[in-house]
């Protein structure tokens, strides 16, 4: 050995932890990513298929919405995780769309694959699908339509598009005009800016009746009920207090004991009691308050002194619901009750308990110029109100998009074979071979209407290949109509969606995309001795997911 030492290997990771390198690396994140794509895949259009999810102690979630679907999975492989991640940031930015996105960025990646066995670069397919991506938004913005508040038509087609598909739609037509009435009541238009807060549409669900049966509040609705039967069920024109304050006797902030050695005196102790409690009613009644929702507790005997007063009362109020009864009756909310005054109150024209189904709800109606208010889903299960929540959900968040971007653009499959047919033509103004990568992305954008086309029973390649010829002939929002297999006017048919979901599912898939084509390189630690194979399935991520 010519007197050298023979070469020591260096181990820099724990025995335990596992390397992918290369274009290992590569397959199996892609591999992941193609896996939770092709597991929403199904769910997306009209015709889409529902997933029913059982969790670890047996709860069940039957749904049609691509982040639920995600979420509830479960999904432990990194790559996978990533993907996810495009599906919550669809969610937080618009509130649907959420299945597209995903689809979108799993399609990226299998072209990515075709690419990658050509030896194209990483970093040139991700240059080339950032490139594509600007373009598609381009485009995406000379085509869109103008929208504004006042167009409550096209709104409405908005959210019956958001909604078609999912558990709500034998209803969308009734659920779309409560869906616009809210928006319109509690939104603002400020300098010209449209201010909405998603939390001041308070979706209240109760299993009972069906669908059709939901309606809009133009109040709050309470899951509570009042807290003395001899209060009376129900007041009209109420004046309201809202009070953060316990209507009870404090107890002293430090330790302290009452020796008492005469009865008597205990039963001047007691009228002591009753009297600071009869005092509190008293300030509260003196005001004109018929109606008293308080966070916190109200005593026994306060009860029964605002019973006598024909007060209808409420306890333990969730400190949001207290923000929504002010925000909808227009009363302000008092923490000291010596503050309370006429002028705190707020107004509404009926406060009702009612029975609901098994339980009584309370019932705040009729509220001037309400600036928060309650849609009361129902339905026949707990499964089916918990889906048309989540479509309610939808269809508000893609409403307010509209109204904000002040753009919409067709659905049906239009807007992404536009999108296709332009990018091809960019592409060849292109050299080198970002060339191929944005060839790869207009092919990837044609998996939305092939996904409809195929959720639908309908042959993909007919119905793609009818629609280019439509899009060729200058008809820009031809679309896929996938009850009959027809190439319909997507516009003209009313099938709507807001600028925003299409351009930020752009923007996120070819972020996540680009970023798990550039790592060649997958380094796990080994974590606890007991964990390892269990929670990751032993490091090797080839596997099921």
């Not at 047996?58 to 639920?68: A, K, P, Q, S």
């Not at 109606?291 to 409420?314: E, P």
């Not at 790869?440 to 209407?449: D, H, K, T, V, Y």
Request: hydrophobic share 40%; with cysteine; proline share 2%.
């Amino acid at each position: 050995m010519n007197g050298q030492q023979p070469v020591q290997p260096i181990f820099i990771l724990a025995e335990d932890a596992k390397r992918t390198q290369g274009k290992d690396a590569q397959r199996l994140n892609i591999t992941a990513a193609k896996a939770v794509a092709e597991a929403v895949r199904t769910t997306l259009g009209p015709k889409g298929m529902d997933k029913m999810l059982v969790d670890s102690i047996g709860d069940i979630t039957v749904t049609n919405d691509g982040v639920t679907i995600l979420e509830e999975m479960d999904i432990q492989h990194p790559a996978a995780k990533m993907i996810v991640e495009v599906a919550k940031t669809q969610e937080n930015e618009i509130g649907d769309g959420t299945t597209t996105a995903v689809v979108l960025a799993g399609e990226l990646l299998k072209k990515a694959e075709e690419l990658l066995d050509m030896e194209v670069h990483p970093t040139v397919i991700a240059r080339g699908y950032r490139k594509a991506a600007e373009e598609a938004k381009k485009v995406l913005e000379s085509i869109a339509k103008d929208i504004t508040i006042k167009d409550e038509e096209l709104l409405k087609n908005v959210a019956m598009t958001a909604m078609t598909g999912k558990g709500a739609e034998a209803a969308k037509e009734v659920l779309a005009k409560l869906v616009v009435k809210a928006i319109l009541q509690v939104g603002e238009l400020k300098d010209g800016k449209f201010i909405f807060n998603k939390d001041d549409i308070k979706i209240e669900k109760k299993v009972g009746n069906s669908i059709e049966d939901t309606e809009l509040i133009e109040g709050i609705v309470l899951d509570k009920e009042r807290v003395h039967p001899a209060m009376p069920r129900s007041i009209e024109n109420a004046k309201i207090a809202l009070i953060d304050s316990a209507l009870e006797i404090k107890s002293t902030e430090i330790d302290a004991k009452i020796n008492i050695t005469d009865p008597e005196k205990l039963q001047g102790f007691l009228a002591m009691e009753e009297k600071m409690l009869r005092d509190m009613v008293e300030k509260i009644a003196k005001t004109g308050a018929n109606v008293v929702f308080c966070q916190k507790g109200i005593d026994d005997m306060a009860q029964h002194f605002l019973s006598k007063k024909g007060i209808f009362a409420v306890r333990r109020v969730a400190k949001s619901d207290m923000e929504k009864l002010a925000r909808a009756t227009g009363g302000n909310i008092i923490t000291n009750l010596d503050d309370l005054t006429s002028k705190d109150l707020g107004s509404a024209k009926l406060v009702e308990e009612v029975k609901v189904g098994d339980e009584g709800m309370i019932f705040v109606r009729g509220c001037k110029n309400a600036k928060s208010v309650t849609i009361l889903v129902r339905g026949g299960s707990e499964h089916v109100v918990d889906e048309v929540k989540r479509a309610l959900e939808d269809a508000i968040g893609d409403c307010v998009s509209a109204i904000k971007s002040g753009k919409i653009v067709g659905g049906a499959g239009a807007t992404e074979i536009e999108i296709a047919l332009k990018l091809n033509k960019y592409a060849e103004s292109l050299s080198g071979r970002e060339q191929l990568a944005v060839k790869a992305f207009a092919e990837a954008m044609e998996i939305i209407p092939r996904t409809l086309a195929e959720n639908a029973g309908l042959d993909p390649i007919d119905v793609i290949t009818d629609l280019k010829a439509a899009h060729d002939s200058g008809k820009v929002w031809a679309g896929i109509n996938v009850f009959n297999g027809q190439i319909i006017d997507a516009l003209k048919e009313g099938v709507l969606e807001p600028l925003k979901i299409k351009t930020q599912a752009i923007s996120s898939a070819t972020e996540v995309a680009a970023m798990i084509l550039r790592i060649d390189d997958v380094i796990m630690s080994g974590g606890k001795k007991e964990d390892t194979g269990s929670k990751f399935g032993g490091g090797n991520y080839g596997g099921e997911y």
